[in-house]
Nanobody, 124 residues
Framework: EVQLQASGGGLVQAGGSLRLSCAAS????????IGWFRQAPGKEREGISS????????VYADSVKGRFTISSDDAKNTVYLQMNSLKPEDTAVYYC?????????????????WGQGTQVTVSS
């Protein structure tokens, strides 16, 4: 059974940092691309970053470029999202997901497995 466990969310002041983790069981991240998504109240889920394990290539949404960094530790089967310079508009539930598509975009239907989400709240 494939499981993704997202963690690391919390409450932080604007300008602060958090590091989210996404740990997988039942699959090997090295065979997949991993994406981070977020969903704010009343808004659609949006993709913010992805990493393709085949070549380490990364993609960032414009809204987080330069502030967030995605990375992977294949030995731990874990992907991280380092979030710096957080803004109140970053407040959302953050999800990780995996896809077998090489160099995927942020189309939700392309992702095969999803984690349960972790809440990030940024206060002003």
């Amino acid at each position: 059974e494939v499981q993704l466990q997202a963690s690391g969310g919390g409450l932080v002041q604007a300008g602060g940092s958090l590091r989210l983790s996404c740990a997988a069981s039942g699959l090997t991240f090295a065979d997949y691309a991993i994406g981070w998504f977020r969903q704010a109240p009343g808004k659609e889920r949006e993709g913010i970053s992805s990493i393709d394990s085949s070549d380490g290539s990364t993609v960032y949404a414009d809204s987080v470029k330069g502030r967030f960094t995605i990375s992977s530790d294949d030995a731990k089967n874990t992907v991280y999202l380092q979030m710096n310079s957080l803004k109140p508009e970053d407040t959302a539930v953050y999800y990780c997901a995996v896809t077998s598509i090489v160099e995927p975009g942020f189309i939700l239907d392309e992702y095969d497995y999803w984690g349960q989400g972790t809440q990030v709240t940024v206060s002003s």
